[in-house]
């Protein structure tokens, strides 16, 4: 997948997700879910759209 970050793009492997039921992106950040409700996001942050109290990108699936 393609994920945006300021001033270009980045390729992120999701192969090591497994049982993801949802996937929600935005212009320059992407999340998805599973049925348990584990979230996982990535990709830009610099307004905290990821939620994690600081705002530093996250360059891969954490």
Do not use: Y
């Not at 970050?5 to 996937?23: C, E, K």
């Not at 990535?42 to 530093?56: C, F, K, P, T």
């Amino acid at each position: 997948m393609k994920c945006g970050f300021p001033g270009g793009w980045a390729t992120v492997d999701m192969n090591g997700l497994t049982g993801q039921t949802g996937l929600a992106r935005g212009m320059t950040h992407h999340c998805v879910w599973d049925a348990v409700g584990e979230v996982r996001c990535w990709g830009d942050n610099s307004r905290g759209q990821l939620g994690l109290g600081v705002l530093q990108p996250v360059l891969g699936i954490p």
